[in-house]
């Protein structure tokens, strides 16, 4: 009598952390992506906290830097270092022999933004520390909204992101995505309030960028009621950038 014996494949959820779980690792690991994730807003803190330039606005520098940085680090991984490694894994066939995979499709993109949450939450522990060692204090209250903030912000970023590396070759990913976070940390109201950029912030409060920035120094700040505008800009940024995605992305070159 032989017995015969089935594997079991893990539940769809469990696929889903695992390949998050390894896109975090492989994001960590990645000496480009983790000078873009980690190094330079660590950098761009430091450097906010001890000059007196750019000029910041009103109230203490550190209160204000210490949100921008936390922006500027969410635009550098769900952005900038997600486009890129999805750009490369679409051009050697990864994302087409994943999305084949037990894992699917639809697991694939989920775990990719399980693994930005997780980076995200990593660098927002990190700044916040030094920011505190700085003399940073956040307005506790409006810590939840800055949460919630961050959230979407990912996932409107993480959308942007997977727009542009299904639609572009890599190398062009590779170039635009590195162009766009350097005009945004210089003009694209992360590091600097949008009413601080002139006649520029007037049209930048109206990008994920300038909402992202305004909304968290808000948030940390005790302006409740600044956070209504960035709270409907993210979320309508979010849902036209992941329809769009939704409809133009391709899964190899």
Partial sequence: MTTTTTATLPSPAARVRAQGVYEAQTLLRNGEQLLVSVVLPVVALVGLAVSTIPSLGPGRRIDVAVPG??????VSTAFTGQAIATGFDRRYGVL??????????????????LAVLAVVAIQTVVLSAIGIGFGWRPHLPGILAGVLLLILGTWTWVALALLLAGTLRAEGVLAVANLIWVLLAAGGGLLIPTDRLGGLGDVVRYLPSGALGDGLRAALQGH??????????????????????????????
């Fill in 69 to 74: 940085v936390l922006a500027l680090a969410v």
């Fill in 224 to 253: 409740d009621t600044s956070l209504v505008l960035p709270v409907l800009v993210l979320i309508l940024w979010g849902a036209l950038a992941t329809a769009l995605t939704a409809r133009f992305f391709r899964w190899s070159d």
């Fill in 96 to 113: 087409r022999l994943l999305g084949a995979s037990p894992l699917g499709r639809g697991g694939l993109l989920a775990g990719k933004a």
